[in-house]
């Protein structure tokens, strides 16, 4: 095992415990992953998760608050073959008829969304009308966010890291 892999496992066990002690009430147990809020402590970073609007492939959608009125757009799509909750977050994608090009130079992350509940267990994020898990991983976003061409020119203070915690339930 290489040391940034042992480390990487370093660092997520210590997030799952951190989640762990903190648990999440039993009512945002109660709360579907499509209304749940999570938070990410160092940075002040926010994800919201919002009901996805009429789509054949993208199960989940959510933005995230970067700060300094820094919004990403979120969403989430299972692969094919071998399954994966996958996402993207983009920050201000043109819409209608875009080219693959336009797509990835507002991409910012993508990568699997991993989920993590009290046990320390780790799965794939549900899709809607599943109950929200504890912890989400969005695997490499701190470096992503710092080395996106989009959010550069920003300068954004406070980088997020890659592990957010439940926190609360839009109703």
Do not use: H
């Amino acid at each position: 095992m290489s040391g940034r892999t042992a480390a990487y496992r370093k660092a997520v066990a210590a997030a799952v415990a951190c989640g762990i002690s903190s648990g999440a009430s039993p009512a945002l147990a109660a709360c579907p992953v499509e209304l749940a809020t999570y938070g990410e402590p160092e940075s002040g970073a926010r994800v919201e998760f919002t009901p996805v609007v009429e789509s054949a492939a993208v199960t989940n959608s959510f933005r995230m608050l970067l700060g300094d009125d820094v919004v990403l757009d979120g969403i989430v799509m299972w692969t094919e073959g071998v399954s994966r909750s996958y996402g993207m977050l983009m920050y201000k994608c043109p819409s209608g008829d875009v080219t693959g090009e336009e797509i990835a130079a507002c991409t910012v992350w993508e990568g699997v969304v991993y989920a993590s509940d009290k046990a320390g267990k780790i799965g794939l994020l549900p899709a809607e009308g599943e109950p929200a898990p504890d912890l989400l991983l969005f695997a490499d976003l701190g470096p992503s966010v710092a080395a996106s061409p989009a959010l550069q020119p920003l300068g954004l203070a406070k980088k997020p890291w890659d592990v957010f915690s439940l926190d609360g339930c839009q109703e």
